[in-house]
């Protein structure tokens, strides 16, 4: 079964740094693009940036470049989104998610994780 | 960046009626990169259809999309219990994509 698995629900202070993943099985996750994206409570969806695992080739939202940084280690077919310093208005839930075709960037994102929620509090 | 409006925000429906929903660019999108999704209450985004108009995998058939250029739709032939849901369109261009605000499809 081809799947995305997130780390679990995360509870930080404003100003401490974070790393999610979303781990990839049943397929070759080095040849498909994983994409992260953030839902604020009760919002949208919000596209924050793309990585392709094979060489790590990185695109982010212009909203969102400088603000996380996306990573992926191909050998144990894992990806990741960090925050260096989080701030309360980073609280939401964030997915991941499979470009439907191989090697391919934009058909759309067909394989989504379960959703990591992060919350930022005093 | 594109951005895309979808209408009507809420849209309140019977099962059985049809639906229609739209979404619009700012600008051109190439049709192979405009994709619908459904979301449900506490559930990862499902993906319907991609290509503008092709279904996804599983996907029943009284889904399916049109559209071209800056205009797009998603209609739901004859709604299901299991339908109402969120849906959002989305793009891709210029090495970057965007989200539709959504469209809440409800129980009349």
């Known amino acids: 079964e081809v799947q995305l698995v997130q780390s679990g629900a995360e509870v930080k202070r404003p100003g401490e740094s974070l790393r999610i993943s979303c781990e990839g099985s049943?397929?070759?996750?080095?040849?498909?693009?994983i994409a992260w994206v953030r839902q604020m409570p009760g919002k949208g969806l919000e596209w924050m940036g793309i990585?392709?695992?094979?060489?790590?080739?990185?695109k982010y939202s212009p909203s969102f470049q400088g603000q996380v940084t996306i990573s992926a280690d191909k050998f144990i077919s894992t990806a990741y989104l960090q925050w260096s310093s989080l701030k309360a208005s980073d609280t939401a839930m964030y997915y991941c998610?499979?470009?439907?075709?191989?090697?391919?960037?934009?058909?759309?994102?067909?394989?989504w994780g379960q959703g990591t929620m992060v919350t930022v509090s005093s | 960046e594109i951005v895309l409006t979808q209408s009507p925000g809420t849209l309140s429906l019977s099962p059985g009626e049809r639906a229609t929903l739209s979404c619009r660019a700012s600008?051109?999108?190439?049709?192979?990169?405009l994709a619908w999704y459904q979301q449900k209450p506490g559930q990862a985004p499902r993906l319907l259809i991609y290509g503008a108009s092709t279904r996804a995998t599983g996907i029943p058939d009284r889904f399916s999309g049109s559209g071209s250029g800056t205009d797009f739709t998603l209609t739901i032939s004859r709604l299901e219990p299991e339908d109402f849901a969120v849906y959002y369109c989305q793009q891709y261009g210029s090495s970057s994509y965007t989200f539709g605000q959504g469209t809440k499809l409800e129980i009349k």
């Open positions: 990585i392709y695992p094979g060489d790590s080739n990185t």
């Open positions: 600008q051109s999108v190439s049709s192979s990169y």
């Open positions: 049943g397929y070759s996750f080095t040849n498909y693009w």
């Open positions: 998610a499979r470009s439907r075709d191989a090697y391919t960037v934009g058909i759309a994102f067909d394989i």
